[in-house]
């Protein structure tokens, strides 16, 4: 099976520490460089915002 998905379901998923679920229901997981460095910097904001802003 295949899965794309765009950067945000990534973040979501890194932020709750569940990145493990793709492995599990996908095997191999394929992320272009550029969805790559977006996931990046989008957990470097959301575990730079204040507690209980989105969490």
């Known amino acids: ?4 998905a765009d950067a ?3 973040i979501v998923l890194a932020c709750c ?3 493990e679920l793709l492995e ?3 095997g191999n997981i394929l992320v272009p460089t550029t ?3 977006k996931i990046e910097l989008g957990i470097k904001f959301v ?3 204040p507690t209980g802003v989105v969490r």
């Not at 099976?1 to 794309?4: H, S, T, V």
């Open 24 to 26: 599990a229901l996908f």
């Open 17 to 19: 520490d569940s990145l």
């Open 47 to 49: 575990t730079a915002l």
């Open 35 to 37: 969805v790559f460095y």
């Open 8 to 10: 945000s379901a990534l």
């Open 1 to 4: 099976m295949i899965l794309i």
